[in-house]
């Protein structure tokens, strides 16, 4: 049973007018470090995730250091206020800088240090306390902007049993951030330009279930989200902690995909259609038309041979599916390896001011793996339309499962019509 009892730190920004010295000062500390976690972003792909990380602390002891991720341009932001590491009362925080080492960043303090780093699937975060923090709960502020969360409970014994549903240790009491209004992939033409806009699953990233650690001895803790009083907390089990020689590592992680955190194997009795409005469904602006030319999904199979799955937006009416916007597509999902599987080209128009979901046919087999997330009833099945053969859709159950796939579409004002030749915008 965890303790939570909380003791809150507050910060004190205070304006302090410099007098320059007359001795030499010591060298100046970064005022930031950028770690570009998607890489250097690809031309003219100005829609792309584009994952960032900048951490920031202030050149002198009255500001509080921070972190903050950004997606897609900035559309998408998550900040870490890194908080005093004492209460005012016991004077001004030791916290004065970086130690910057390549893709490392140390940030000093007296009873908390932090240290964040790059890691080949995102960014770690590495807080180490000094001394007994006087609770096993341990607050942070944060702010979010254009983002949405979905915690990751224990699979339920369906899930489990039944789809032979896959979560990892570090995934139960994950939270898995979502852009709060965008997904999928489209080609954006207004007049001469076209702008990407690169959204697929609309999945930004994933923070892990941290762990706590001492000489070898490792405990998981768990990890809240209070998004209306914007505050991240990490609680640590209350006897662990007691008995726990110092210093004390904890090691919240942010993973950069935009894969499902779980996995289950490919159903054989129903479709499923995602049907989330705002998160993963799209609606056609008004005054444009749209048009589908491809659909994706995550996953493999399983050494058992090719399996041929089929894909097809809906209409939707009153929130759920209930019409096939075109023939449904085979998709072959092949070789082995977990990857992205791509139909060929099409053709699906859209209505405007319409909204569609994406829809995945169930498998012919067993011996494949599709990728997923939990997402608040997401997803509508029908075991009658089992390979999406009818127009229409037999409503049966809901289901949390947020499927790693998405449609890529052309949006434009009016008709389709050849154009002269477009510029490709590298800005929006």
């Given at each position: 049973m965890l303790r939570r009892t909380v003791v809150r730190f507050f910060t004190v920004v205070l304006i302090v007018a410099v007098t320059a010295a007359v001795a030499v000062a010591a060298p100046a500390q970064p005022a930031s470090k950028t770690f570009r976690l998607d890489g250097e972003r690809s031309l003219p792909d100005a829609g792309s995730r584009d994952m960032t990380a900048v951490i920031s602390t202030a050149s002198d002891?009255?500001?509080?250091?921070?972190?903050?991720?950004?997606?897609?341009?900035?559309?998408?932001?998550?900040?870490?206020?890194?908080?005093?590491?004492?209460?005012?009362?016991?004077?001004?925080?030791?916290?004065?800088?970086?130690?910057?080492?390549?893709?490392?960043?140390?940030?000093?303090?007296?009873?908390?240090?932090?240290?964040?780093?790059?890691?080949?699937?995102?960014?770690?975060?590495?807080?180490?306390?000094?001394?007994?923090?006087?609770?096993?709960?341990?607050?942070?502020?944060?702010?979010?902007?254009?983002?949405?969360?979905?915690?990751q409970d224990t699979l339920s014994t369906f899930a489990r049993d039944s789809l032979g549903a896959v979560r990892p240790d570090s995934v139960i009491g994950a939270y898995v951030a979502y852009h709060a209004g965008k997904a999928h992939d489209r080609l954006v033409i207004h007049r001469g330009d076209t702008t990407r806009h690169s959204y697929g699953t609309g999945q930004a990233f994933v923070i892990y279930r941290p762990r706590a650690w001492y000489d070898g001895d490792t405990v998981w803790c768990d990890l809240r989200l209070d998004m209306r009083d914007g505050i991240l907390s990490v609680a640590l089990d209350a006897n662990w902690l007691r008995s726990a020689r110092f210093p004390v590592t904890i090691d919240p992680t942010f993973g950069n995909t935009a894969i499902g955190a779980s996995s289950m194997n490919w159903n054989q009795l129903y479709a499923y259609c995602h049907y989330l409005t705002g998160t993963n469904t799209y609606t056609v602006p008004a005054g444009k038309t749209a048009?589908?030319?491809?659909?994706?999904?995550?996953?493999?199979?399983?050494?058992?041979?090719?399996?041929?799955?089929?894909?097809?937006?809906?209409?939707?009416?009153g929130g759920f599916p209930?019409?096939?916007?075109?023939?449904?597509?085979?998709?072959?999902?092949?070789?082995?390896?977990?990857?992205?599987?791509?139909?060929?080209?099409?053709?699906?128009?859209?209505?405007?001011?319409?909204?569609?979901?994406?829809?995945?046919?169930?498998?012919?087999?067993?011996?494949?793996?599709?990728?997923?997330?939990?997402?608040?009833?997401?997803?509508?099945?029908?075991?009658?339309?089992?390979?999406?053969?009818?127009?229409?859709?037999?409503?049966?159950?809901?289901?949390?499962?947020?499927?790693?796939?998405?449609?890529?579409?052309?949006?434009?004002?009016?008709?389709?019509?050849?154009?002269?030749?477009?510029?490709?915008?590298?800005?929006?």
């Open positions: 002891a009255t500001e509080s250091a921070s972190f903050e991720i950004s997606l897609w341009q900035g559309e998408c932001r998550f900040v870490v206020d890194l908080r005093r590491d004492q209460a005012p009362s016991e004077g001004p925080s030791s916290i004065t800088g970086f130690q910057v080492t390549d893709d490392t960043v140390l940030i000093p303090g007296r009873k908390v240090q932090h240290r964040l780093f790059k890691t080949p699937g995102g960014m770690e975060w590495e807080m180490t306390l000094l001394d007994h923090p006087g609770s096993n709960l341990i607050d942070f502020d944060i702010q979010t902007d254009g983002l949405v969360f979905f915690y048009t589908v030319t491809r659909y994706s999904v995550y996953g493999s199979e399983t050494g058992a041979g090719d399996i041929d799955i089929q894909m097809a937006a809906f209409a939707m009416s209930e019409a096939r916007v075109d023939q449904p597509v085979t998709i072959t999902v092949a070789g082995g390896t977990p990857g992205w599987f791509h139909s060929g080209s099409v053709s699906h128009s859209l209505r405007a001011q319409e909204e569609y979901g994406v829809a995945v046919g169930c498998a012919p087999r067993s011996g494949g793996t599709v990728y997923y997330n939990d997402v608040a009833y997401s997803t509508a099945t029908d075991r009658t339309n089992c390979t999406l053969g009818s127009t229409g859709w037999t409503q049966e159950t809901e289901t949390s499962f947020n499927f790693s796939m998405y449609a890529t579409y052309t949006e434009q004002e009016g008709p389709s019509v050849a154009s002269a030749r477009r510029r490709m915008l590298t800005e929006r």
